[in-house]
């Protein structure tokens, strides 16, 4: 009998693990792709600030967000330099992401 006991400790314990590498996986995975579309928002504001491609600077950073599965928060222009922040749901959570892009200095 305290061998049973042990055993089914073991596979408890074995068992929390799997689920909390599980979600420590899951929050990378997310970061990472927030990380992305704040990457590609910002790009694409920056690409309409110096005139590679029409249209409103923030406006294409929203489009460039949503289709990432994003929101933009946030979109600040200085001259050709775009700075966005981007808001995903994880879970319960709202994870946010920023990114800057623009020409080198």
């Keep these: 009998?305290?061998?049973?006991?042990?055993?089914?400790?073991?596979?408890?314990?074995?068992?929390?693990?799997?689920?909390?590498?599980?979600a420590v996986?899951?929050?990378?995975?997310?970061s990472q792709r927030l990380a992305g579309a704040a990457d590609a928002a910002a790009?694409?504001?920056?690409?309409?600030a110096s005139g590679a491609?029409?249209?409103?600077?923030c406006e294409?950073?929203?489009?460039?967000?949503?289709a990432s599965g994003a929101a933009l928060e946030a979109c600040d222009v200085d001259g050709l330099i775009a700075t966005v922040t981007v808001s995903a749901p994880f879970g319960r959570l709202v994870?946010?992401?920023?990114?800057?892009?623009?020409p080198p200095p």
Aim: with cysteine; proline share 4%; net charge positive.
């Design 1 to 22: 009998m305290p061998g049973s006991v042990l055993a089914v400790g073991i596979v408890a314990c074995a068992a929390t693990l799997v689920v909390a590498a599980g």
């Design 25 to 30: 996986t899951g929050a990378a995975v997310a």
């Design 43 to 48: 790009l694409a504001a920056a690409d309409a």
């Design 53 to 57: 491609v029409r249209g409103i600077p």
């Design 60 to 66: 294409r950073a929203v489009e460039v967000a949503a």
């Design 95 to 102: 994870a946010r992401a920023s990114a800057r892009a623009g």
